[in-house]
Nanobody
Framework: QVQLVESGGGLVQTGDSLGLSCAAS????????MGWFRQAPGKERELVAA????????YYADSVKGRFTISRDNAKMTVYLQMNSLKPEDTAVYYC????????????????WGQGTQVTVSS
């Protein structure tokens, strides 16, 4: 069992930076691939970034490549999403997710989900 709690959301202006954190509980965090998803009002949930259990391999949606960075600290059982050069279209609820297989995450699935944190980017 893995429980996920996101933090760090808020209201920022276009061009600002914001960092999200996802704290996990459970003894096997280091064996899980992790992902950040987002869902804007009236839109489908989309995968933003994913990272393998080791942190060696990452995946990014084209819309955030070069602006967002996913990382993890297995000792702290935390995964991060650093968001730079934010745009109004980045406004969404951001969710952290975990699964033993990164393929599942990239395929838009995951075994465990957090409750989400709101990110709002004003123009």
């Amino acid at each position: 069992q893995v429980q996920l709690v996101e933090s760090g959301g808020g209201l920022v202006q276009t061009g600002d930076s914001l960092g999200l954190s996802c704290a996990a509980s459970g003894r096997t965090f280091s064996s899980y691939a992790m992902g950040w998803f987002r869902q804007a009002p009236g839109k489908e949930r989309e995968l933003v970034a994913a990272i393998t259990w080791s942190g060696v391999n990452t995946y990014y949606a084209d819309s955030v490549k070069g602006r967002f960075t996913i990382s993890r600290d297995n000792a702290k059982m935390t995964v991060y999403l650093q968001m730079n050069s934010l745009k109004p279209e980045d406004t969404a609820v951001y969710y952290c997710a975990a699964d033993r297989d990164i393929i599942t995450i990239v395929a838009m699935g995951a075994q465990y989900w957090g409750q989400g944190t709101q990110v709002t980017v004003s123009s």
